[in-house]
């Protein structure tokens, strides 16, 4: 809760010390011993001043609108409430470092006898920071630099800039963040980048430059984002061997897709999480603003989750998403979905399901994929409460399929051909979560309903990512 | 590629016959190709004529960057994939067609020679003028000049540069002279330089009426001034 300090309710001395006001630093000074025990939950009291030390270039109104519910408080475990909400608040922001909380009676000429003063004593982050790392990855060196500006102008606006330099390709991304004062989950941002990415699975090298703005903002319990994206992608195949379906996409197109997604996430953390669930619904119509990419995709993610006895929990999880070309041109290799790998159906190779050429697969427009886990702790909980904590051990049915949309034949018939031919596995593993971003697993998978084509890894399977099947 | 995928690839070509859905990729005709990319893609087509092989010749905007050089014309035949004249030749040899093979060692490096000058002499001329297209354009109306004078003397009153039987270099000569002759510039005077020579003319429009007319293609063909 950070520090809170309290004091009697009983006013002090008259030639007592005086209490600090904007801008110098509060002093502490000990009560005597033999001071009365109140029962302080009771009591009322009224917030009569909130103080804040340490600002420098955040401008004030941001910071009126984060504290405003710690004047409502009435009595004192209110007060101890709300302005823990509110450290939480101006700490969400992003440009403090520190935030401490001071509460203390009320001095001066206008003091009431119940009357509490705030004090947020805050440390700034600084202008600049910057970050340099060298990466090493398969027969690839980089060196990756960041820089970022928070609270570039005071209202907690934010630019960050990441470089990466490698021996096979560079990327970049600069990003510009703005929350609406006072309504922080309403903010907009703008981002240009350029990345590259290679695709052994299906023998192809993308490379995109694109810029993108969009505006979140929250309604009820869901978080919306709007997004205008508009994208140079060339595409290359990754050696002389690949197959000619992937040579026919080679090069240049222009993507020019408004996008909009909805987030419902009562979890109670993103990585192995114990109760609720999570609904995410994304669609995105390209073609529209430009650029000679046209179709419209939707696809959704759901996971439900429950704790059960002995502290495990059971967990299932569902993914969906189809590709409608607009117009007769076909879809492109980078737009479509792919299905298999650690984070997806386990038991397959990476992204090595469905329609493929000669050993490249060249994705499908439709697909689903779904999985039923049970979490439990490991086996005679080894390290309980410390380390033995972050692992977990893992049994698990997986299933999916994907394929091409042929619009010949209707709706009725693509349900039936993703209904068919089914691959699926089950296992059981270890999983490791790495703080709150990010697990790794390693599983014995045991794949079924291999149809040809597929690519396989039955046995040990390592995987690590941000976002599990 | 090394030498060895080269030889590996040209022993696997070998084996497999010519099929019949052979493909050649260029660029879109009118908006897209370039003239040193429409010559190209000619030569190889009447080489490919001239062999005897059907090739089905199919448009794409993407073609050059399909192609595994960058450069076009490629064909995609069975499942390999080959770019430019020297290559195709190659490719083509090693499945057992040649249109050289009944040449000496020294009608081959002639060949050679005038396959050089060619690609020094008109098709400098081609990009110079899609290029930059000034008034400064003197000198490489000159070379053309030459280069059209030296085949046209190597060609005299036969009908192919090499006896009767047509070679690659006639193929190349061909892409690049109905190029000059059939597209329209801003600039006549380079094909006005080419219809000096009237056996060259005669050459051009012998060979388009043998190997394209005759199988149902040419949409455009010479005129003579």
Same mark, same amino acid.
């Given at each position: 809760?950070?520090?809170?300090?309290?004091?009697?309710?009983?006013?002090?001395?008259?030639?007592?010390?005086?209490?600090?006001?904007?801008?110098?630093?509060?002093?502490?000074?000990?009560?005597?011993?033999?001071?009365?025990?109140?029962?302080?939950?009771?009591?009322?009291?009224?917030?009569?001043?909130?103080?804040?030390?340490?600002?420098?270039?955040?401008?004030?109104?941001?910071?009126?609108?984060?504290?405003?519910?710690?004047?409502?408080?009435?009595?004192?475990?209110?007060?101890?409430?709300?302005?823990?909400?509110?450290?939480?608040?101006?700490?969400?922001?992003?440009?403090?470092?520190?935030?401490?909380?001071?509460?203390?009676?009320?001095?001066?000429?206008?003091?009431?006898?119940?009357?509490?003063?705030?004090?947020?004593?805050?440390?700034?982050?600084?202008?600049?920071?910057?970050?340099?790392?060298?990466?090493?990855?398969?027969?690839?060196?980089?060196?990756?630099? #960041?820089?970022?500006?928070? !609270?570039?102008?005071?209202?907690?606006? +934010? $630019? =960050?800039? %990441? &470089?990466?330099?490698?021996?096979?390709?560079?990327?970049?991304?600069?990003?510009?963040?703005?929350?609406?004062? #006072?309504?922080?989950?309403? !903010?907009?941002?703008?981002?240009?980048? +350029? $990345? =590259?990415? %290679? &695709?052994?699975?299906?023998?192809?090298?993308?490379?995109?430059?694109?810029?993108?703005?969009?505006?979140?903002?929250?309604?009820?319990?869901?978080?919306?984002?709007?997004?205008?994206?508009? $994208?140079?992608?060339?595409?290359?195949?990754?050696?002389?061997?690949?197959?000619?379906?992937?040579?026919?996409?080679?090069?240049?197109?222009?993507?020019?897709?408004?996008?909009?997604?909805?987030?419902?996430?009562?979890?109670?953390?993103?990585?192995?999480?114990?109760?609720?669930?999570?609904?995410?619904?994304?669609?995105?119509?390209?073609?529209?603003?430009?650029?000679?990419?046209?179709?419209?995709?939707?696809?959704?993610?759901?996971?439900?989750?429950?704790?059960?006895?002995?502290?495990?929990?059971?967990?299932?999880?569902?993914?969906?998403?189809?590709?409608?070309?607009?117009?007769?041109?076909?879809?492109?290799?980078?737009?479509?979905?792919?299905?298999?790998?650690?984070?997806?159906?386990?038991?397959?190779?990476?992204?090595?399901?469905?329609?493929?050429?000669?050993?490249?697969?060249?994705?499908?427009?439709?697909?689903?994929?779904?999985?039923?886990?049970?979490?439990?702790?490991?086996?005679?909980?080894?390290?309980?409460?410390?380390?033995?904590?972050?692992?977990?051990?893992?049994?698990?049915?997986?299933?999916?399929?994907?394929?091409?949309?042929?619009?010949?034949?209707?709706?009725?018939?693509?349900?039936?051909?993703?209904?068919?031919?089914?691959?699926?596995?089950?296992?059981?593993?270890?999983?490791?979560?790495?703080?709150?971003?990010?697990?790794?697993?390693?599983?014995?998978?045991?794949?079924?309903?291999?149809?040809?084509?597929?690519?396989?890894?039955?046995?040990?399977?390592?995987?690590?990512?941000?976002?599990?099947? | 590629?090394?030498?060895?995928?080269?030889?590996?690839?040209?022993?696997?070509?070998?084996?497999?016959?010519?099929?019949?859905?052979?493909?050649?990729?260029?660029?879109?005709?009118?908006?897209?190709?370039?003239?040193?990319?429409?010559?190209?893609?000619?030569?190889?087509?009447?080489?490919?004529?001239?062999?005897?092989?059907?090739?089905?010749?199919?448009?794409?905007?993407?073609?050059?960057?399909?192609?595994?050089?960058?450069?076009?014309?490629?064909?995609?035949?069975?499942?390999?994939?080959?770019?430019?004249?020297?290559?195709?030749?190659?490719?083509?040899?090693?499945?057992?067609?040649?249109?050289?093979?009944?040449?000496?060692?020294?009608?081959?490096?002639?060949?050679?020679?005038?396959?050089?000058?060619?690609?020094?002499?008109?098709?400098?001329?081609?990009?110079?003028?899609?290029?930059?297209?000034?008034?400064?354009?003197?000198?490489?109306?000159?070379?053309?000049?030459?280069?059209?004078?030296?085949?046209?003397?190597?060609?005299?009153?036969?009908?192919?540069?090499?006896?009767?039987?047509?070679?690659?270099?006639?193929?190349?000569?061909?892409?690049?002279?109905?190029?000059?002759?059939?597209?329209?510039?801003?600039?006549?005077?380079?094909?006005?330089?080419?219809?000096?020579?009237?056996?060259?003319?005669?050459?051009?429009?012998?060979?388009?009426?043998?190997?394209?007319?005759?199988?149902?293609?040419?949409?455009?063909?010479?005129?003579?001034?």
């Amino acid at each position: 809760m950070g520090t809170v300090h309290a004091r009697s309710l009983e006013p002090l001395p008259a030639n007592g010390p005086d209490f600090g006001a904007l801008g110098e630093e509060a002093e502490f000074v000990e009560v005597e011993p033999e001071a009365k025990q109140e029962i302080l939950e009771n009591k009322d009291v009224v917030v009569q001043h909130v103080h804040f030390d340490g600002l420098g270039r955040t401008k004030d109104d941001i910071i009126i609108c984060e504290i405003g519910d710690v004047f409502k408080a009435k009595n004192l475990i209110e007060v101890m409430r709300k302005s823990h909400e509110a450290r939480e608040k101006l700490l969400r922001l992003g440009i403090f470092r520190q935030v401490d909380v001071l509460i203390d009676t009320c001095q001066g000429d206008d003091a009431l006898p119940n009357g509490l003063d705030v004090t947020f004593e805050v440390t700034e982050l600084r202008r600049l920071t910057g970050s340099y790392n060298t990466m090493v990855g398969n027969n690839e060196g980089s060196m990756v630099l #960041g820089l970022k500006l928070p !609270n570039l102008l005071g209202r907690a606006e +934010k $630019v =960050t800039f %990441q &470089f990466s330099y490698g021996t096979k390709e560079t990327s970049y991304g600069l990003s510009f963040f703005k929350p609406q004062p #006072g309504n922080f989950e309403r !903010n907009f941002s703008v981002n240009l980048y +350029k $990345v =590259t990415g %290679q &695709f052994p699975w299906s023998s192809l090298r993308e490379t995109d430059r694109g810029v993108s703005a969009e505006y979140s903002f929250p309604i009820w319990k869901t978080s919306h984002t709007v997004k205008w994206e508009g $994208v140079w992608r060339e595409l290359g195949c990754l050696s002389r061997t690949a197959s000619f379906a992937v040579r026919k996409e080679s090069g240049h197109s222009l993507k020019s897709s408004l996008s909009h997604a909805m987030v419902i996430d009562s979890r109670n953390s993103s990585i192995l999480p114990r109760r609720g669930a999570l609904l995410k619904v994304n669609q995105e119509l390209a073609g529209y603003t430009g650029g000679d990419v046209s179709f419209i995709k939707e696809d959704f993610e759901l996971q439900l989750n429950k704790q059960l006895v002995f502290d495990s929990v059971f967990s299932t999880s569902l993914w969906g998403g189809v590709l409608v070309p607009i117009g007769d041109k076909p879809s492109s290799i980078a737009d479509r979905f792919y299905l298999g790998g650690p984070t997806s159906v386990r038991g397959f190779s990476m992204h090595s399901v469905g329609p493929q050429s000669e050993g490249d697969y060249l994705g499908g427009e439709a697909y689903w994929a779904g999985g039923l886990h049970l979490y439990t702790p490991l086996p005679f909980r080894p390290g309980q409460g410390g380390f033995g904590e972050l692992f977990r051990t893992h049994f698990f049915l997986n299933a999916g399929n994907l394929c091409n949309l042929n619009y010949g034949e209707g709706p009725k018939a693509h349900i039936r051909k993703l209904a068919e031919c089914i691959r699926w596995s089950y296992g059981a593993g270890i999983v490791l979560r790495l703080g709150n971003i990010a697990r790794l697993e390693l599983n014995y998978c045991v794949p079924m309903g291999v149809q040809k084509g597929d690519r396989t890894c039955d046995g040990v399977q390592f995987g690590a990512g941000i976002r599990f099947l | 590629m090394s030498l060895v995928a080269e030889a590996f690839v040209s022993q696997i070509a070998a084996a497999e016959p010519w099929p019949e859905n052979a493909t050649l990729y260029q660029q879109l005709k009118g908006e897209q190709i370039l003239l040193s990319d429409n010559a190209a893609s000619l030569a190889v087509q009447a080489f490919l004529q001239m062999c005897n092989l059907p090739i089905k010749v199919v448009c794409r905007a993407n073609a050059e960057y399909m192609s595994p050089s960058g450069k076009v014309p490629f064909i995609h035949v069975g499942n390999q994939v080959v770019s430019e004249l020297g290559p195709i030749v190659q490719f083509v040899k090693a499945k057992g067609h040649s249109l050289s093979d009944g040449l000496d060692e020294v009608q081959k490096a002639e060949m050679k020679a005038y396959m050089e000058l060619v690609n020094n002499m008109l098709l400098t001329a081609e990009l110079y003028l899609q290029w930059c297209d000034e008034a400064t354009v003197g000198e490489v109306l000159e070379d053309v000049d030459q280069c059209c004078q030296a085949l046209s003397q190597r060609l005299g009153t036969q009908p192919y540069f090499f006896n009767k039987q047509p070679t690659e270099l006639d193929a190349l000569v061909f892409g690049h002279l109905y190029t000059i002759l059939t597209t329209q510039l801003t600039n006549d005077e380079l094909s006005e330089k080419v219809k000096n020579y009237s056996n060259l003319l005669a050459f051009c429009r012998r060979i388009e009426q043998h190997y394209f007319e005759d199988r149902g293609k040419g949409s455009s063909s010479i005129r003579s001034s």
